[in-house]
Nanobody
Framework: QVQLVESGGGLVQAGGSLRLSCAAS????????IGWFRQAPGKEREFVAA????????YYADSVKGRCTISRDNPKITVYLQMNSLKPEDTAAYYC????????????????WGQGTLVTVSS
């Protein structure tokens, strides 16, 4: 089964930047949408951003719009989430997921999920 592996999390000061990576194990996901989600302690998982492998369309949650950029590197089968101007409220475990249906993905459903990477933003 195809796998997604996140990396790039860490500790950063408020105002700083991080780039998260989501690497797929093979090209099976070439027809899927890939999304980033986050879950803070004690809170529900929320959608952050999404992109298709074959489309240039991108989608963002209002909470990150203007501060985050999702992009992909097709040869590397990797999706990135560049996060700038980080705030303490961005502290969460960040997950990437894949699904063929954009609406399902934005609703929090994914056929494949990564194991997550932790982002901590200090004030």
């Amino acid at each position: 089964q195809v796998q997604l592996v996140e990396s790039g999390g860490g500790l950063v000061q408020a105002g700083g930047s991080l780039r998260l990576s989501c690497a797929a194990s093979d090209r099976t996901l070439s027809s899927y949408y890939i999304g980033w989600f986050r879950q803070a302690p004690g809170k529900e998982r929320e959608f952050v951003a999404a992109i298709g492998w074959t489309t240039s369309n991108t989608y963002y949650a209002d909470s990150v719009k203007g501060r985050c950029t999702i992009s992909r590197d097709n040869p590397k089968i990797t999706v990135y989430l560049q996060m700038n101007s980080l705030k303490p409220e961005d502290t969460a475990a960040y997950y990437c997921a894949a699904d063929r249906r954009l609406l399902a993905l934005r609703g929090g459903y994914g056929e494949v999920w990564g194991q997550g990477t932790l982002v901590t933003v200090s004030s």
